[in-house]
Structures are given as structure tokens and as C-alpha cells.
């Protein structure tokens, strides 16, 4: 005998059943009887020493209230005891229970839910601590859990099935959160489900959230009140940098669906494609009109404004065999780009066996057949050696653009952000890449209002972008974010902050247009990235965008366009046939 159960009556034998059901099945011996611990004490007292005699390891207590019988039998055995309320629930202590091996001088005392499923989870809670020794046992378990889950997960896809179809998914932050989900959109299709670029006509809408900044936390919880309200019965399911900071916030949403952490990332497409697969899907839209090839994630510094190395954890490079394998898949499929992201591109391949390089993998991808263009996402330069930075400036495919994060021009400032560089290194690095590349983009990163940063600070940062070669630059307002040192130090005042980043803004808008107007009267080679009837909207290579008024060729082509005009928000053009390598 292992399992000894105890009733209060015999009118407690149907609730009792539920464990029968189970101890039977798994083929664990068991004894049963009626007892009463307030009517007959001494009986119960005989009762337990017998079944210890023969051997029983767990008692289980089905009773009306299940405390007192429950108490009686723990107060004379050392051994785990359960309760089973028959009409009411008073007793407590499963944790106690869970922790069996921690307390062998203990009596450990658990109540499960009421009735007969109570019972039934009375006896898996029994058989677990059997199984602690006799691996028999507990391979019956691990079998008969996955058999539950499968289930479970069966009726679920069936419910789910009647309601999923298409799927639509919005990306907050970083070109990484981009490159992740432009591999689900592409797998979700292969597997039956419609891509919908309209949130509102779709029933399941994936939100890959970024936690970056307060703004970035506010942007995505709009975005989930306005698909709620506007799409009450749609599916939503939220990961990301949000999603790993914030994770029980956003349970306790009722919008919300499903929650992956970053570290359950990798999850999110199979368990989608397990519930709603709807066969083989016939054309694959594409999830954008440039690929985007994620190739490192997390970060190894702690620089005193960043949340991202606590969200996303230290720097993994991604397989290098795995990456040529999509950039094949890519090119395959006709992109005529591809942008290699990374939250620290600079660090790939020094965490792989052999090590590698971020400048070996551009070589390999180069040397691919077919290869198209390449953009890099955000660099930083305290990682930019002049091998890396000739080899980028020199490349026949690498796109002439090059976006650096800076954080400020103030070298005081950069030392109170453990950025461990000065701004005379970003002069160095910022002046060979304009010497070698004279028509490349170059923009920048800047964090303004940072903690501690005084009126010179800020001038010192004017003055540096002023002059530098930076064709254009993000303005970030600096926002506290939780558990960075930072964030517990004095701040600038709100006020000032904004209306310094407004210099800024203004600042590089001017830089931008006048970079721009160089090129009126010239020819670029350019990707279609969206197209409305005859008109369309053109990415150059240096990263212009254009508008073309009347273009021939679709999105995703390739076309040589001549910049007509510029002005403050427009970049004018036309088509002039195809690009010219």
C-alpha cells in the first residue's frame, strides 16, 4: 500500500471515486476507510498506525470541511497529508506540502479544490510525492502530463480554429523587434493564416512591444486600448522589452491574451502555428518591402541610461551558418535588400566558438551568389577599428549609411553615461567616414536633458553636431527607466528637457535639408518601398526617401531615381530606369 484514504462518511465514496480513478490508473495501491476523528479518535489513531504498518507513504482526507479530519490524521503521522473538502474549503498548506523534501520532520498539510476533480487532483498531488522515489513512477507522470497538455492544447486549437484566420502584427522600437517579426509573418503564411496589414479586420494581432523609453511604454498601451476597443474579439498577444519588464501588468490586462517574454520568444511561432495552423498557405506576402536579418541580440554594458541589458540579457550571436541561410532564403524570394540588425552589431561573433567578427560575417554574406544590397542597422562607435569602417565605405553592396549612437556631445556627459569614449574619437571615426564615403548618410543617436546635464553641456552638444559631418539625428528626451543607475539620480527639469530637444530637432533638420539639396539634379539607386497606383515612395541607398508622382516598376524593384527638389518634409524625384552598379 502507498496511498491511505480516509472518509468521513460513506456518503463521502462518490467524491472519493475521483481519486480511485486516478491512483487505479497509474497503478498505485491504495487502502479506504470510513473514519470519524470526532466521533471515533482512538479508531483513527488504529487506522493510521495500521496503514503506516503497511506501508502507506501519503494520506488522503475526503470529509466535509476536510480540517479537522485532515488535522487529526497530520497531528498522528509524519507523513504528507491532503485534504479533501467535500462542501467547504477551510484548510491551507499546500506549500507546505510542495515542500516535502525540504521539511522531513515535518507534517506537510494540503487542501485541494472541493469535490470529486478535488479528489482526482488529491491523488497526482499524492502520486508527485511518491514519484520523488521510484522513477517509474514518475515517468507515468511526465507521460500522463503530456497527454493532458496535448489535449488541452488539441481543444484549444479547435475552439481557436473556428475564430483565427488572419493575423496582423505591429513592432514597436528597434529593427531587431522588425527582423523577429518579419520571420513570423513569413511562417504564420507558410502555415495557412492570412496576413492582414489592417489591425482592425484581423483576429489575432501580435504586438512586439519596446521599453526603451516612457513614451514607448505609453505608445504601446494606447495601441492595446484602441485594437480593444475597436476589435473587441481579436486575439492579442504582446512580447518584447514591455512584455519582460512588465510581464504581470500585462496578464492582469484583460485586452490581453497571451504574454511572451523575450526569453519565451523563440516559443511564440510554434505555439501560434500549433493553435491556428490552417494548412499551407499558398502566397506569402511580404511582411515588408526590405528583408530584415536579425544577427546578435542583448548587450554586455551598462550604460547609465539603458534598460535594454536587463530586458534583453548579454550579447548572443546568432549562428552564422543559420544567418547565410536566411539571407539565401531572402534572396531567393527577391528582396533586393537586406538590413542586418542587432541591438550591438558591433559585438557579433565574440561570444561563438571559433570567434568571428561582425566585419567575417559581412565578408561571407558579400561573397554569397546573388547577394543584393546590405544595410546595417544602428553601430556604435566605440567599436568602429578603421579595418571595419574602410570595409564598410569601400563595399560595392553595403549601403552608404551609417547610423551611429552618439548620446551626446558633451564629454562630461558621456563619462556620467559610462560610455567610456570621447568626443574627439567620434571626430576621428565621423571624418573618415565622410573621407570615404562623401555621399553616405550619417546620422546619430543623441539623449538629451540626461541627469546632471548643465547649460555647457548642452552647448558643447550643439556646437559638436553642428559641425560635425551627421547628416541628420534622433532626438531622445531623456526618460528614468527602472533599475538603471540613472534613473535614481537628480533630474533636469521636465520643461528644459523638451525644450532643449526642440533646439536639437530643429538643429538636424536643418543639417538635413541641406545634405538633401545637394543631390537635386542627381541619381540615386533606390527600392520601391510602397506603392499607390502610379505614385510611389523610394528608399535610396543613402537613405533618402523620395516621392516618385508616376513610377512604372512595383514595390520591392529596384530603380534609378533623379532628385527633382527639396524642401523641409519632401525629397521629390523621378523615375530614370534601373540602378546602376
Not at 526590405?290 to 535594454?308: E, M, P, S, T
Not at 565621423?430 to 570615404?436: H, W
Request: aromatic share 8%; hydrophobic share 40%.
Amino acid at each position: 500500500m502507498k496511498v491511505a484514504i480516509f472518509m468521513g462518511s460513506d456518503s463521502d465514496q462518490e467524491i472519493a471515486g475521483g481519486a480511485l480513478e486516478i491512483l487505479e490508473k497509474f497503478e498505485v495501491p491504495y487502502g479506504l476507510e470510513v473514519t470519524s476523528a470526532h466521533r471515533s479518535p482512538q479508531r483513527t489513531i488504529n487506522l493510521i498506525k495500521s496503514f503506516e504498518e503497511k506501508g502507506a507513504e501519503v494520506f488522503i482526507a475526503v470529509a466535509g470541511k476536510a480540517a479537522h479530519l485532515a488535522g487529526f490524521v497530520a497531528a498522528h503521522t509524519i507523513r504528507p497529508v491532503i485534504g479533501v473538502p467535500v462542501w467547504d474549503s477551510t484548510l491551507n498548506g499546500l506549500d507546505a506540502l510542495l515542500s516535502t523534501v525540504q521539511m522531513p520532520k515535518g507534517v506537510p498539510v494540503a487542501t485541494m479544490g472541493l469535490g470529486k476533480s478535488g479528489a482526482a487532483n488529491a491523488a497526482i498531488l499524492a502520486i508527485q510525492i511518491l514519484s520523488l522515489k521510484e522513477p517509474a513512477l514518475r515517468r507515468k507522470l511526465k507521460m500522463h502530463r503530456a497527454k493532458m497538455a496535448a489535449q488541452v492544447e488539441a481543444a484549444s486549437k479547435k475552439n481557436s480554429e473556428k475564430l483565427v484566420t488572419s493575423f496582423s502584427i505591429q513592432t514597436f522600437g528597434c529593427r531587431v523587434n522588425q527582423a523577429e517579426a518579419f520571420l513570423w509573418a513569413d511562417e504564420f503564411q507558410k502555415h495557412g493564416l492570412k496576413y492582414e496589414k489592417d489591425f482592425f479586420r484581423s483576429d489575432l494581432v501580435i504586438i512586439n512591444s519596446c521599453t526603451l523609453t516612457s513614451r514607448a511604454d505609453s505608445d504601446l498601451r494606447a495601441f492595446i486600448r484602441k485594437i480593444s476597443s475597436a476589435r473587441p474579439k481579436a486575439k492579442l498577444i504582446v512580447t518584447g522589452c514591455y512584455a519582460e519588464r512588465a510581464r504581470q501588468e500585462l496578464i492582469k490586462t484583460p485586452q490581453v491574451w497571451l504574454v511572451f517574454s523575450n526569453k519565451e520568444k523563440k516559443e511564440l511561432a510554434r505555439r501560434v502555428i500549433s493553435l491556428f495552423r490552417r494548412g499551407h498557405g499558398e502566397n506569402v506576402l511580404p511582411f515588408r518591402s526590405r528583408a530584415l536579418v536579425k544577427i546578435q541580440d542583448g548587450c554586455n554594458f551598462r550604460c547609465a541610461f539603458c534598460i535594454i541589458p536587463s530586458v534583453r540579457g548579454r550579447s548572443v550571436s546568432e549562428e552564422k551558418i543559420k544567418i547565410l541561410a536566411r539571407v539565401k532564403e531572402f534572396i531567393k524570394q527577391g528582396f533586393k535588400e537586406i538590413v542586418l540588425t542587432g541591438v550591438h552589431l558591433c559585438s557579433y561573433g565574440a561570444d561563438l566558438k571559433p570567434r568571428s567578427s561582425l566585419l567575417e560575417l559581412l565578408q561571407e554574406i558579400e561573397g554569397l551568389k546573388g547577394v543584393p544590397r546590405l544595410r546595417l542597422s544602428s553601430i556604435d562607435p566605440r567599436f568602429l577599428e578603421p579595418g571595419l569602417i574602410n570595409h564598410l565605405t569601400s563595399s560595392l553592396r553595403i549601403c552608404p549609411h551609417f547610423h551611429l549612437s552618439l548620446q551626446s556631445g558633451s564629454d562630461r556627459i558621456l563619462e556620467r553615461m559610462s560610455r567610456k569614449i570621447k568626443t574627439k574619437d567620434y571626430r576621428r571615426i565621423l571624418s573618415q567616414l565622410r573621407q570615404e564615403s562623401p555621399q553616405a548618410s550619417l546620422g546619430a543617436d543623441i539623449i538629451v536633458g540626461f541627469p546632471g546635464e548643465e547649460e555647457d553641456d548642452f552647448h558643447q552638444t550643439c556646437s559638436f553636431l553642428e559641425q560635425s559631418p551627421l547628416t541628420y539625428f534622433h532626438i531622445f528626451t531623456y526618460s528614468p527607466r527602472p533599475g538603471t543607475e540613472a534613473s535614481s539620480w537628480n533630474q533636469v527639469d521636465g520643461k528644459l528637457r523638451r525644450k532643449r530637444a526642440a533646439i536639437l530637432r530643429e538643429l538636424s533638420k536643418r543639417k538635413n535639408i541641406s545634405f538633401r539639396r545637394e543631390f537635386i539634379g542627381k541619381e540615386c539607386n533606390a527600392i520601391v518601398i510602397r506603392k499607390e497606383k502610379d505614385r510611389a515612395s523610394v528608399l535610396t541607398s543613402n537613405y533618402f526617401k523620395v516621392s516618385v508622382p508616376s513610377c512604372p516598376y512595383d514595390e520591392r524593384d529596384e530603380v534609378r531615381v533623379r532628385i527633382t527638389s527639396v524642401d523641409n518634409e519632401l525629397t521629390a524625384g523621378e523615375a530614370a530606369g534601373h540602378p546602376k552598379f
